[in-house]
């Protein structure tokens, strides 16, 4: 169907399909000979590392890892899974690993518990025995961890460059610079009492921006509850600011009735986003400019391809996509919302998936029953999910062993505190059937 399938079997293991391709034993094609590099590699220069979002600029400041021991570098696939396996049994209930969907197989197998952001989210509030919770994610997915687990916790990114390139469209800054721009013009309260503006961050945001949002009356939602939370700023606010992502804060308010004429983008780089007065005046979602550069990459064309090819197929995205993308899909919903799809769907069937590839292709190799295929036909994977490998786990697992903590992720409590008042109003939006799934680990 797609040149990303392997064909009948499908390997779970996006690392190994790289592998094929790079040996030239399959017909897929990946966007760069790098990505068969360890990701030590990309540590050692600047930016985020092959992948989706390699041409992304990266903010000056951004965490950078520290070399790896040489020893994780050069030890087997086999290998570093013994290791990592028999720290985890020393270390016991002492650690808990979390990871997100799009982690690639070699380090999906090891989480105790699997999911979208939000469930993560939760999942760190729940396991509150646990000494050490090991982030199989991203820097902000820690971060958030981190605000809302217990003091006594310790939350660990296994390597520290694993940041979001989405997350870095917006800094607090540009933002703070927006907000007083549309507070001068509009003031606090509107004429019936309600607030002018209610900032909305999508999850995949620093600390800062959550605290920004916990302090002026706003809120943090994720994919799978953005509708529920533009709701209840609708409640209580004119208008929305949401940043980072455009496609989704357009997907969602479009998908409410609100018109397009009515969600103006903001750019930072010029006065009033580079609207006119007029503009901002009658909007009701103001959208920050940031994108994803995973969910960019599906077309329209993609999806027409893939029907001219197979009448039958059922198209399924995430709303990060465009907003093209996702009126041509038959659906769109988050990562979580994606699994329940393809679990929920008639044997047999043929279903093209517009998200990430390591979740893609681990479905496909779940569901024999269907024949599953990522609309992209590139291998590309998110380029910071990808910088979490096996011999960062390893290291990581092995230090606390040791007793020793690296790669801590710590929000100084200054900006946590009104992050978590974001974070609480998140977590009550709930999205239906919102609990991380048991991983294998
Ligand atoms: P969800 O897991 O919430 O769908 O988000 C996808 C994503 O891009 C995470 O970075
Ligand atoms: Fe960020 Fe996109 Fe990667 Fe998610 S998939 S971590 S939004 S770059």
Redesign the pocket.
């Known amino acids: 169907m797609s040149a990303t399938n392997l064909g009948a079997t499908p390997t779970p293991s996006v690392d190994h399909l790289i592998q094929l391709i790079t040996a030239g034993a399959s017909d897929a094609s990946s966007c760069t000979p790098e990505l068969a590099d360890g990701p030590w590699v990309a540590d050692r220069v600047d930016g ?1 590392g092959p ?3 390699m041409g ?1 600029v990266i903010p000056v400041g951004s965490p950078r890892q520290g070399s790896l021991p040489a020893e994780y570098r050069s030890a087997s696939e086999d290998e570093l899974d013994a290791r990592i396996r028999a720290a985890k049994a020393t270390l016991g209930e002492r650690v808990v690993i979390l990871g ?1 969907f ?1 982690q690639r197989e070699e380090i999906v197998r090891h989480a105790d518990y699997l999911g979208d952001s939000f469930q993560l989210a939760r999942a760190a509030t729940q396991h509150t025995n646990a000494e050490a919770i090991v982030f199989c ?2 820097h ?2 820690a971060e958030t961890a981190d605000m809302l687990s217990t003091p006594q916790q310790r939350v660990i990114l296994p390597n520290l460059a ?6 870095d469209m917006a800094d607090i800054d540009s933002v703070t610079d927006c907000w007083n721009q549309l507070m001068e013009r509009f003031g606090e309260r509107s004429a019936d009492g309600r607030a002018s503006v209610v900032p909305v961050t999508y999850m ?1 945001s620093s600390a800062a921006l959550k605290a920004f949002c916990g302090s002026h009356g706003g809120i943090v939602c994720t994919s799978s509850n953005a509708a529920t939370v533009l709701e209840w700023a609708f409640e209580r606010g004119q208008r929305v600011l949401f940043f980072p ?1 455009q496609h989704l804060g357009r997907n969602t308010a479009k998908a409410m009735g609100v018109p397009l004429e009515q969600m103006p983008m903001w750019n930072p780089r010029h006065p009033l986003g580079g609207n006119t007065a007029e503009v901002i005046d009658d909007s009701r979602v103001i959208l920050w400019h940031g994108f ?4 960019r990459r599906f077309s329209v064309e993609q999806i027409e391809r893939a029907r001219a090819a197979e009448p039958r197929v059922q198209i399924i995205v ?1 709303p ?1 996509c465009p907003m093209e993308v996702v009126d041509a899909a038959d659906g769109a919903g988050s990562t979580d919302y994606i699994r329940k799809y393809v679990a929920a769907a008639e044997p047999g069937s043929v279903i093209g998936i517009g ?2 590839i390591n979740m893609v292709q681990r479905l496909a190799a779940e569901h024999p029953e269907h024949t599953i295929f990522c609309l992209d036909p590139v291998v590309c994977p ?4 990808y910088r979490i490998h096996p011999g960062y786990l390893a290291w990581v697992l092995e230090e606390l062993v040791a007793g020793r903590t690296v790669n801590q992720i710590q929000v100084p409590e200054s900006v946590a505190e009104p992050a978590r008042v974001a974070l609480e109003r998140m977590l009550e939006a709930v999205p239906q059937n919102s609990g991380a799934t048991p991983g294998r680990g």
């Open positions: 985020y992948g989706s979002s992304d997100h799009y994610g991203v902000f997915m694993a940041g979001c390139s989405m997350a995949n992502d994803c550069s995973v969910h995430h990060e998200t990430e998110c380029s910071t999910m």
